[in-house]
């Protein structure tokens, strides 16, 4: 079956630790996306790419960076200077048509927790 | 920045009632109205969308209902059940320029069914 497989499901980080988020699809979509999810918040979006080799800042990209090399492949990392990383952090990738389906389909997400 | 308000923030319904969520957009640089339902601990999934140019759109229990000179849109859920429970998100895509094909996400609904 295709989908998104974000792992690990959680995740624990140490104060000043870096850690990266795994994202992969085998939709054949072009486009991906991280938002961060907080209570009340909705979601918010962190980075997108909408090509290999080329991604785009969203709304929330302070203290993130990712790299798109492989079309299947959107890792996120959450650095140090993140200063509140614990959310739920969920990948998309998306298709868009005229007659079919379109829309986002999205991870199961990786909740990130600081300890 | 591009909005979408969503309101109610929670809403509890009795088995057998209707749901009503709304949105409202600020501007019209929107193209397509996506609702996705998501559980606890899950991803969201494309639950039902419209496009501008349709003000009603029904699948089974789902209708969205279109307002496009008010810039607002609806989701009703008739016959609530209690495995409706969950939380929705209304979204707004990018029509054109930095926005394209971009998904901009309400705040969230967390819809409790009472049986």
């Known amino acids: 079956d295709g989908g998104i497989t974000q792992s690990p499901k959680y995740l624990f980080r140490k104060e000043g630790q870096n850690v990266t988020l795994s994202c992969e699809q085998n939709l054949n979509h072009d486009a991906m996306y991280w938002y961060r999810q907080d209570p009340g918040q909705g979601l918010r979006l962190i980075y997108y790419s909408q090509i290999v080799n080329d991604f785009q800042k969203g709304d929330i990209a302070e203290g993130y960076s990712v790299s798109r090399e492989k079309k299947e492949s959107f890792p996120l990392t959450v650095t140090s200077a993140q200063k509140n990383p614990t959310a739920f952090y969920l990948c998309?990738?998306?298709?868009?048509?005229?007659?079919?389906?379109?829309?986002?389909?999205f991870g199961s997400g990786t909740r990130l927790t600081v300890v | 920045q591009q909005q979408v308000k969503q309101s109610p923030q929670s809403l509890i319904v009795q088995k057998g009632g209707i749901s009503i969520i709304n949105c409202a957009y600020e501007?019209?640089?929107?193209?397509?109205f996506p609702w996705y339902q998501q559980f606890p601990g899950k991803g969201p999934a494309l639950l039902i969308a419209i496009r501008p140019d349709v003000s009603e759109k029904k699948e089974g229990r789902f209708t969205i209902s279109f307002n496009k000179s008010a810039k607002q849109f609806s989701l009703h859920i008739m016959d609530s059940q209690p495995g409706d429970s969950a939380t929705y998100f209304c979204?707004?895509?990018?029509?054109?320029?930095?926005?394209?094909?971009?998904?901009?996400f309400g705040q969230g609904t967390i819809l409790t069914v009472h049986p």
């Open positions: 998309a990738s998306s298709i868009w048509s005229r007659t079919g389906k379109s829309g986002y389909t």
């Open positions: 979204a707004a895509r990018g029509a054109g320029g930095t926005s394209y094909g971009k998904l901009t």
């Open positions: 501007n019209t640089a929107f193209d397509y």
